[in-house]
């Protein structure tokens, strides 16, 4: 606090008008803040997101059936980027990571762009209104009133980096932990869904099952097949249907699931049996990556064994020699 004095009287404003000046700027920033987040929650009006949502209502409470995402308007264009390739890209991994929510892609940079300011913006009133906060909270928060100026600035930077990119790297980990979830979970999948149609029930029929069952197991995998299930009720051509799966799963495993089923129906061949060959192969695929990895150890270990076994071999040789020359050439 201060330091904001010290400034405001270097730029000729007295110190009763301080008080003022800072009044009027934290309420045109909280006027600023609140009509901001009125515009980002602000439900559209359109019609045909209007109609959408009637059509959808019965679905609302899964977040399946959504509206695409358009333009930014509004305050929106503060934080969500212009171009349509950018948001087409994050719109796709928030797929992957398994988030459909209706508002997913602003709210993610709605997040990334408060956290870039928030966190930097608490750091410095911490550290220039450390003296107005109260007693205990001031104790615990006093070593970052002793920084310098450079000091306080890298570290400001730092966090606005970390706000910034922070929601990024989540997305990412939250998208490769999915798909290694549909990885593992699909040759079980395909075994049940082999099992229901031998039973008797049909393809649909089969899927609508395995994501009745699997559910317990393997979550992505029972959402994504009830996803497609629904587009295709809803009137969607069922190869158009496969290859948005593809899209919102990434992985190369239901890409192929997608691919053996088409081929299936196109050439007449039984399904049952081309899951079973599938199965086998993913499972004949994991054991050789398996195996591949387990041959790649001892490359990777001998690094580790060189870096930490070559400093004792060499001074477990060089001690006896260097104890001989200290005594010879000692007087």
Request: net charge positive; proline share 5%.
């Amino acid at each position: 606090m201060e330091r904001v004095n010290e400034l405001l009287a270097a730029l000729g404003i007295v110190a009763g008008s301080q008080t003022v000046l800072l009044q009027g700027i934290v309420a045109v920033g909280l006027f600023v803040a609140i009509l901001g987040i009125a515009a980002v929650f602000r439900p559209s009006t359109a019609v045909q997101i209007r109609r959408m949502q009637a059509v959808a209502s019965p679905l609302s409470g899964r977040d399946i059936v959504r509206p695409w995402d358009n333009d930014p308007t509004g305050a929106l264009r503060l934080f969500v980027p212009h171009s349509g390739t950018e948001r087409s890209k994050i719109s796709a991994r928030l797929r992957q990571a398994g988030i459909h929510k209706v508002n997913a892609l602003r709210n993610f940079f709605l997040v990334r762009s408060v956290l870039a300011l928030a966190l930097p913006g608490c750091f410095v009133l911490a550290v220039w209104f450390n003296q107005s906060l109260p007693t205990g909270l001031s104790q615990v928060l006093e070593p970052l009133s002793r920084l310098e100026t450079p000091q306080a600035f890298m570290i400001a930077v730092l966090l606005v980096v970390i706000g910034f990119y922070g929601p990024s790297a989540w997305l990412s980990s939250k998208v490769a932990q999915r798909r290694k979830s549909v990885t593992r979970g699909m040759p079980g999948a395909l075994d049940l869904m082999q099992v229901a149609i031998e039973a008797g029930l049909g393809f649909d029929a089969a899927m609508n099952r395995v994501a009745k069952e699997f559910g317990r197991f393997c979550g992505p995998i029972a959402e994504e097949f009830t996803i497609l299930q629904l587009e295709i009720q809803a009137g969607k051509p069922r190869d158009m249907a496969f290859a948005q799966l593809e899209r919102r799963t990434g992985v190369d495993a239901m890409a192929s699931f997608a691919s053996v089923v088409q081929q299936s129906a196109e050439f007449g061949t039984p399904i049952s049996q081309a899951l079973e060959t599938y199965s086998i192969e993913m499972r004949l695929d994991r054991e050789l990556k398996a195996q591949a990895k387990a041959n790649q150890l001892p490359v990777k270990m001998s690094a580790v064994l060189a870096a930490f076994m070559m400093p004792i071999l060499l001074l477990i040789m060089l001690t006896p020699i260097a104890i001989r020359w200290v005594t010879v050439l000692t007087p």
